[in-house]
């Protein structure tokens, strides 16, 4: 698999990368097809995983989380957060407010049973926070050690 490196000083990631927007979106989905489908992926010497603690409302994360499970070391975990949706789908906004950011990397770390995100970024501006506040709640979670990366770091 080729790699590419993440930025100008970033870590080495494969050229292809997996989305699990879909993960489980569609009703009935197989959990163990999923999982299998993500392990398949590892082997393939994919280790780019993207996804968002709103992809069907966190159940992307956790089979996230029992595909790379003993295998950490070959998933480069990238995750989105922000956007908010009813049970029902519907789209109710964006929030980009420091404790909401913070809530989300807990409750993306509990799912995903790692101690730390890869990449973690906004997955859209919330137009009524400043950016630097969004962008500064990241920064925190970096130097806390609950994320390693941001799109936004320099």
Not at 18 to 45: K, N, Y
Not at 58 to 68: F, K, S
Not at 108 to 136: H, K, M, N, W
Request: include cysteine; charge should be negative.
């Amino acid at each position: 698999m080729k790699t590419a490196q993440l930025g100008n000083n970033g870590p080495q990631v494969s050229a292809l990368g997996f989305g699990s927007m879909q993960m489980a979106a569609r009703r009935p989905h197989d959990d163990c097809e999923c999982i299998a489908t993500i392990q398949a992926v590892l082997d393939a010497g994919i280790n780019f995983i993207d996804t968002a603690d709103f992809y069907s409302m966190g159940r992307a994360e956790y089979l996230i989380a029992q595909a790379i499970k003993d295998r950490r070391d070959q998933a480069f975990l990238s995750v989105k957060c922000g956007a908010m949706f009813s049970p029902s789908g519907v789209f109710l906004g964006v929030d980009g407010r420091p404790k909401a950011i913070k809530n989300f990397v807990a409750y993306s770390l509990q799912r995903l049973g790692v101690d730390v995100i890869d990449l973690f970024q906004a997955c859209r501006v919330d137009p009524d926070v400043p950016y630097e506040e969004t962008i500064g709640a990241i920064a925190d979670l970096i130097k806390e050690g609950k994320a390693a990366i941001s799109a936004y770091q320099k």
